[in-house]
């Protein structure tokens, strides 16, 4: 229950494109949903999050798409460039903890 | 604004040495946290701190690992005897409060074990 499922695990992009990356979670008492952005040799940075009230939030070229009753959410890249290339970690926090997802690898091709 | 220190950047021991790992939060955080980041993985939370009490230390192996936080400001985690499978990026983290929404991040000190 206390588990982010998060895929694809590598993903692939031309420069321009929409990437999107998913998760789902079981625990409904999880309150806060990040998603976190890391490039190699760096620790984790925050990105974007969203709470469960909400159904979208949008910063820029990220948007977070959030289906409660689904239990999934989802992080979209719009016009992706080479400098998005990272690692992104969905995440979700319930008894003041951060559960993180494996991670998905992203590269956009030039 | 200074981010989440931590030192040493990289370490290289031998199975059943010992080894520690120092971190500096920023300045005012109550809350501190040390993941631990196996290749190809997500970081996965070892212990949590508030101030200097220990919140959470479920995911911890106690009888290799251990952590402190002395003055709640700085802290260290120590692993003896290390095993192989301790190979790992430990990322030290910190947060204004207990709930705070914003983690920030060091850039991880790298072990690995031989």
């Known amino acids: 229950q206390q588990q982010v499922k998060q895929s694809p695990q590598s993903l692939i992009v031309q420069k321009g494109g929409i990437s999107i990356i998913n998760c789902a979670y079981e625990?409904?008492?999880?309150?806060?949903f990040p998603w976190y952005q890391q490039f190699p040799g760096k620790g984790p940075a925050l990105l974007i999050a969203?709470?469960?009230?909400?159904s979208e939030k949008k910063e820029g070229r990220f948007t977070i798409s959030f289906n409660k009753s689904a239990k999934q959410f989802s992080l979209h890249i719009m016009d992706s460039q080479p400098g998005d290339s990272a690692t992104y970690f969905c995440a979700a926090r319930g008894d003041d903890k951060i559960i993180f997802g494996k991670g998905t690898r992203l590269h956009i091709l030039p | 604004e200074a981010g989440v220190a931590q030192s040493p950047r990289y370490k290289i021991i031998e199975k059943r040495q010992s080894v520690a790992f120092w971190c500096n939060p920023i300045s005012g955080h109550a809350t501190l946290y040390w993941y631990q980041q196996i290749l190809g993985q997500g970081p996965k939370l070892l212990i949590q701190?508030?101030?200097?009490?220990?919140?959470?230390d479920s995911q911890l192996p106690k009888d290799r690992f251990s952590a402190e936080r002395l003055k709640g400001v700085d802290s260290t985690l120590k692993i003896q005897p290390a095993k192989l499978e301790d190979s790992a990026v430990y990322l030290c983290a910190s947060s204004l409060f207990r709930r705070g929404n914003t983690i920030y991040f060091g850039e991880g000190s790298w072990l690995t074990v031989v």
């Open positions: 701190f508030q101030n200097n009490g220990v919140v959470d």
């Open positions: 969203i709470r469960p009230d909400v």
């Open positions: 625990n409904t008492a999880f309150d806060y």
